[in-house]
């Protein structure tokens, strides 16, 4: 049988492999906004042509006079050798993402920190929702402003203290971006991310133990959402993920 100390082992080592994995966190090198108009790629595909952009429609224009039609946030993407690039979209916002599988920060990567494994940090949460619905004003990292579904909260009591975070819906559970008073110490400043599954009888498992950095703490060409006020935390939560830098 997997002792939690197995399944919390499995857990960091799947992190790991996502931020390693080629694609992963580690790989991006660059991000270009795309201006109205005629873009240069950036320079390592620059002899595939150029990007077009007229409003939200962005295409690249080979050297041999072909048009091929880029959506953002999907999978298509231009490469060469060991570079990729996709369109991503934020806000009013069109970009280009560039990876290398041969970026230095993923060949120099020493390992996330952690704190140790403990226990106390895995709690069970009451889940009230919003009959009516409702969302968050979630700002990321670049000030772009999006409302986002909250389908409720949880309400916690940890070291002497009722807690209390907004949650966010995911496909399989729930989301938290959280702060706490370890943030900017031994934490990423920032916040962290807390992903859980869907509640049971109106209870949710919280184990911060999983806290991890959000993609900010590993590129700086990451847009990563920033934690609602409502979710900054007056108590130090010293377990999961340490700043990596």
């Not at 694609?23 to 991006?28: A, E, F, R, T």
């Not at 996330?112 to 226990?119: I, K, L, N, R, V």
């Not at 772009?144 to 916690?156: A, K, L, S």
């Not at 203290?161 to 989301?175: N, S, Y």
Request: hydrophobic share 30%.
């Amino acid at each position: 049988m997997q002792t939690y100390s197995d399944e919390l082992a499995a857990f960091r080592k799947s992190q790991e492999e996502e931020l390693t994995k080629d694609g992963g966190w580690l790989s991006v090198v660059g991000l270009y906004w795309l201006s109205e108009g005629d873009n240069a790629l950036p320079p390592a595909l620059r002899s595939l042509g150029k990007l077009v952009r007229q409003g939200e429609t962005v295409r690249l224009y080979t050297p041999e006079g072909e048009r091929r039609l880029l959506r953002p946030n999907s999978d298509e993407k231009l490469a060469k050798g060991s570079v990729t690039a996709f369109i991503l979209q934020r806000g009013k916002r069109f970009g280009v993402r560039v990876y290398d599988r041969e970026s230095p920060a993923r060949k120099n990567f020493k390992g996330q920190h952690w704190y140790a494994p403990d226990e106390a940090y895995k709690l069970t949460a009451e889940f009230h929702p919003y009959p009516q619905g409702k969302t968050l004003a979630i700002t990321n990292v670049l000030g772009d402003t999006q409302p986002v579904p909250c389908p409720g909260y949880v309400t916690f009591p940890l070291n002497g203290r009722l807690c209390r975070l907004e949650a966010q819906g995911t496909p399989t559970g729930l989301f938290f971006n959280f702060r706490d008073l370890t943030s900017g110490k031994t934490t990423y400043p920032a916040g962290r991310f807390l992903e859980t599954e869907k509640p049971t009888n109106g209870k949710v498992v919280l184990d911060f133990n999983k806290a991890v950095n959000p993609p900010c703490a590993f590129t700086e060409f990451a847009t990563c959402p920033l934690p609602p006020v409502a979710n900054y935390l007056k108590i130090e939560i010293p377990a999961g993920e340490k700043k990596t830098h």
